[in-house]
């Protein structure tokens, strides 16, 4: 068997953690290469409808970035983030999806090496928990 | 049916070295909707966007994707290159393989190049389903706030100040002048430090736009360029600021090499601000040894601090000048001193007696201490041999470090800094004073140890890159905003509470209760789109269909990938 390489899904705020993406590019930091960065205003943006959507279509992996508490360039709105991630994380487990492949984090502009460590820390998470079941189910 | 044009850049080798871009570019052509897909060198150079805006006209393209570096940093580019080619700047989309791809997987280009395609596909998905929008705008706030009162903030202070731009300067000490205020005589072409900065601070000073802030500590900053908003303490006494534009004139320190060489133990042993200090005096008289690069150009803090060789040859000189026949030699492991008048300043030192020792890293100078001096041990590397020297006073050169508040200051205005906490620039060769968040712009040794005269040149170009937002009188804000799809809106209200602005009300609209967003007060966060239970909300240029459309693509290309 070929070794498990997941798809992973990274939402990232344009104002901290994508910008902490692309400082992590520029300070060249290297890091696994299964998650791909979909670049959203604020983390609160992010509709917990695109969370399941991803798993349910067999992504192995969402991951949720955002400004840190009190940074967030919306002012509250990475609150309403730390609110609702936990939530549809709940809802995955009551339908017995495992709520580990969803992750919430918060990675500023000025944290390259944390933006490679979340990365790093969430591929070798979610290859331990191996292929989302529902990848190529059809439903 | 779109009829979108891709685009691949090889930026060099930044991203042709791990990314296989002939490999992308087939794959691209395949992609539902895709009429055109081409490649350049450098698209942002003037070749590429000619070419971008010839492929448009020709193929009569209506979105464009391109898969280059970051949008934090060349979105505007692309998106004028669309607007000169015909069509509306938000039918463009960026799909970044630099930062996200080829800089982080350097050495697995053939998964670079799998990730690649997943996220050009997922880019033209989104692109196919591209809306044109029209931009609101927002008045500017006429006043610009410096951060720093060293020499690069106050010529930027009194450039704009000078301008007729009313202007608040932040300094956090009680005095200004930075660390140029210990300084007596600037190198290499030896003009005074103080008829300097006295000038400096009398024309801001003098300005009736110019405003100083001592003893000042800014503790809050919000909004936007335009519209900022900084809170800060002066004295005892919480003031509030609006402004248009920030600039960020922090500074650096001296580093303190405690532990190092004697520093701190051996009374001998000073930093070259202190001998700086002692110069201003008089106060210096025997034989002297400096030491440079103490405490950089080693592991853990790698850089060239730039300035400290031409500091150590200027008060070599300066040294002899004043106590002719004492002798004074600089320990080096390179001596740099570009330009011409630096070069003539090392010539000089050389042929009037100043002695040049070569050591390496690995086998440092001791010092050690020696009646009210000290003896200096050196192995000469020109020589190969170990020798001693007498020295009344030893000088360590050390780095310029960033200072420790400037942490704090890059979290307030979340801007980046490099690993030693120096400030980032959005692109070093073409935004070298801007930061990537519009409005923020830095100057001086904030962003890298520079001379005085770099600072000068700095603080000018950050306030004339200010004072742009500021004459313009405008700016547009770009069209993010969110709105209501009153057919399927239920006037739940949700979105009503989530928003951080207000911005949203539920009227009459259409002969029904829904949800109205303000688009003057929106500034665009997508709160309300995922609050909404009804999918009636959307923010423009991120609607759930085109987050959707990109999920389904990377779904695709990671199955197409699984076979
Ligand atoms: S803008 Fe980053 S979380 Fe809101």
């Known amino acids: 068997m070929t070794e498990f390489n997941p798809t992973i899904l990274a939402f990232c705020c344009n104002w901290c953690s994508y910008a902490g993406a692309d400082l992590a590019g520029v300070s060249r930091l290297q890091m696994p290469p299964n998650v791909h960065v979909v670049r959203v205003m604020c983390s609160a943006s992010v509709k917990p409808e695109y969370i399941f959507k991803s798993l349910v279509q067999g992504i192995d992996g969402v991951l949720v970035l955002g400004c840190h508490i009190g940074d967030c360039h919306y002012l509250t709105g990475n609150h309403r983030t730390a609110k609702r991630v936990p939530i549809a994380q709940k809802l995955l487990d009551d339908v017995g999806v495992d709520s580990r492949r969803v992750k919430l984090d918060w990675v500023s502009a000025a944290e390259g090496e944390k933006f490679q460590q979340v990365i790093t820390e969430f591929v070798d998470e979610i290859k331990g928990l191996g292929p989302n079941p529902m990848r190529g189910v059809r439903l | ?563």
């Not at chain 2, 300035?307 to 026949?325: E, F, M």
């Not at chain 2, 547009?476 to 009300?505: H, R």
Request: proline letters at 4%; charged letters at 20%.
């Open chain 2, 1 to 563: 049916m779109a009829r979108i044009g891709v685009f691949i850049c090889h930026c060099g080798h930044n991203i042709a070295s791990a990314v296989d871009v002939e490999a992308v570019l087939a794959y691209a052509k395949t992609l539902p909707g895709v009429v055109f897909a081409g490649h350049n060198i450098y698209s942002c150079s003037q070749e590429g966007l000619s070419s971008i805006k010839s492929s448009i006209k020709e193929h009569q393209l209506d979105r464009v994707v391109v898969a280059a570096c970051t949008p934090r940093t060349h979105e505007p580019l692309f998106r004028k290159a669309c607007e000169q080619a015909g069509i509306n700047k938000y039918l463009f989309e960026f799909v970044n393989i630099r930062e996200h791809v080829s800089w982080i997987h350097a050495k697995e280009p053939v998964a670079a190049t799998e990730k690649a395609k997943k996220l050009v596909a997922m880019g033209v998905a989104k692109a196919a389903l591209l809306q044109p929008q029209t931009e609101g705008e927002a008045a500017v706030t006429p006043v610009a706030v410096v951060l720093g009162g060293g020499l690069a903030g106050l010529t930027a202070a009194s450039s704009l100040a000078g301008q007729g731009i009313e202007t608040h300067l932040i300094e956090k000490s009680e005095r200004l002048g930075g660390l140029l205020r210990d300084v007596s005589v600037i190198g290499p072409e030896g003009e005074l430090a103080k008829p300097l900065l006295d000038d400096m601070i009398s024309r801001l000073t003098r300005s009736k736009h110019g405003h100083i802030h001592l003893k000042s500590t800014v503790k809050g900053i919000s909004g936007f360029v335009g519209n900022f908003e900084l809170t800060f303490v002066e004295g005892c006494d919480e003031k509030k600021i609006k402004a248009g534009a920030i600039i960020v004139a922090t500074g650096a320190n001296e580093f303190t090499p405690v532990g190092d060489y004697g520093f701190g133990s051996v009374p001998a042993v000073v930093t070259q601000l202190e001998l700086e200090r002692r110069l201003a005096k008089g106060d210096v008289a025997g034989d002297v040894v400096f030491i440079q690069c103490v405490g950089c150009r080693q592991p853990g803090r790698e850089y060239c601090s730039r300035i400290c060789c031409n500091v150590s040859l200027k008060n070599a000189l300066r040294l002899l000048t004043l106590s002719p026949g004492s002798a004074v030699t600089i320990i080096h492991r390179d001596i740099m001193s570009s330009g011409t008048a630096a070069e003539r300043v090392y010539k000089e030192a050389s042929e009037t007696g100043v002695r040049f020792v070569r050591y390496g890293l690995e086998r440092p100078p001791k010092v050690s201490a020696e009646g009210d001096g000290a003896v200096v041990e050196v192995f000469d590397e020109t020589l190969d041999e170990t020798i001693e020297l007498d020295a009344g006073l030893v000088v360590l050169a050390t780095p310029l470090v960033s200072p420790p508040d400037s942490e704090e200051t890059g979290k307030l205005l979340k801007v980046p800094r490099d690993k030693h906490g120096f400030f980032l620039e959005a692109h070093v060769k073409l935004r070298p004073n801007e930061f990537a968040t519009d409005g923020v712009f830095v100057c001086g040794s904030a962003r890298w140890p520079v001379s005085a005269r770099e600072c000068i040149y700095q603080g000018l170009a950050a306030a004339a890159k200010a004072s742009i937002p500021i004459r313009e009188g405008k700016v547009v804000s770009e069209a993010i905003t969110a709105y209501a799809d009153v057919d399927k809106c239920a006037a739940c209200g949700n979105c009503v509470l989530t928003c951080p602005y207000d911005a949203i009300e539920i009227i009459q609209v259409k002969g029904k209760l829904a949800a109205k967003v303000n688009e003057a007060v929106c500034k665009g966060c997508g709160s309300c789109v995922a609050a909404c239970p009804n999918d009636a909300m959307q923010q423009k240029g991120f609607t759930t269909q085109q987050l959707g459309a990109m999920i389904d693509a990377l779904v695709k290309g990671a199955l197409e990938g699984a076979q």
